[in-house]
C-alpha cells in the first residue's frame, strides 16, 4: 500500500525559505505523477506543482513558478521515493495547508494544476505553512 507523509511545514516571514518533504514508500508501480497542493482557508485544494516519476517534466502554477521548486530523490534498491518542495520568496498567499499526492499510472497532465483531480489515489494528511508579514 502506497503511503504518504509530509514534513517540513512551519512558520515564516514574508520573503523567507521553507522546504518540505514528502515520504512516499510501498511503491510498487514505476509509472506515476507526483505532485504538491496547496488548500487556503476557505478555498479548494488545488495543485500548485507536478513531476513526473524519473523527476521530469515538472509543472507549476503561476502563483509559484520560479520561486517553488519540485524535486525527487529515490533512494536506491528501496521501493521509497522523497519529494520535495523548495520554498523561496514566500507571500502571505502561500499560507495554507500543503499535501503531497500521487496519481498511480497516470502522466502528470497539465491539467493537474489548479484543481485536485481524481487520478490523485494516495495523500499525505498534509502540513500547515504559516507566512506573516
Known amino acids: 500500500q502506497v503511503q504518504l507523509m509530509e514534513s517540513g511545514g512551519g512558520s515564516a516571514k514574508e520573503g523567507e525559505s521553507l522546504k518540505l518533504s514528502c515520504s512516499v514508500s510501498?511503491?510498487?508501480?514505476?509509472?506515476?505523477?507526483l505532485g504538491w497542493f496547496r488548500q487556503a482557508q476557505g478555498k479548494e485544494r488545488a495543485g500548485i506543482a507536478i513531476?513526473?516519476?524519473?523527476?521530469?517534466?515538472?509543472?507549476?502554477?503561476?502563483s509559484v513558478k520560479g520561486r517553488f521548486t519540485i524535486s525527487i530523490d529515490r533512494a536506491a534498491n528501496t521501493n521509497t521515493v522523497t519529494l520535495g518542495l523548495e520554498m523561496r520568496s514566500l507571500r502571505p498567499e502561500d499560507d495554507g495547508r500543503y499535501y503531497c499526492?500521487?496519481?498511480?499510472?497516470?502522466?502528470?497532465?497539465?491539467?493537474?494544476?489548479?484543481?485536485?483531480?481524481?487520478?490523485?489515489?494516495?495523500w499525505g494528511q498534509g502540513t500547515q505553512v504559516t507566512v506573516s508579514t
Open positions: 513531476i513526473e516519476e524519473d523527476g521530469t517534466d515538472a509543472k507549476y502554477s503561476d
Open positions: 499526492a500521487l496519481a498511480p499510472e497516470y502522466t502528470c497532465w497539465a491539467s493537474y494544476i489548479g484543481e485536485a483531480s481524481e487520478d490523485f489515489k494516495f
Open positions: 510501498g511503491l510498487s508501480i514505476s509509472w506515476y505523477c
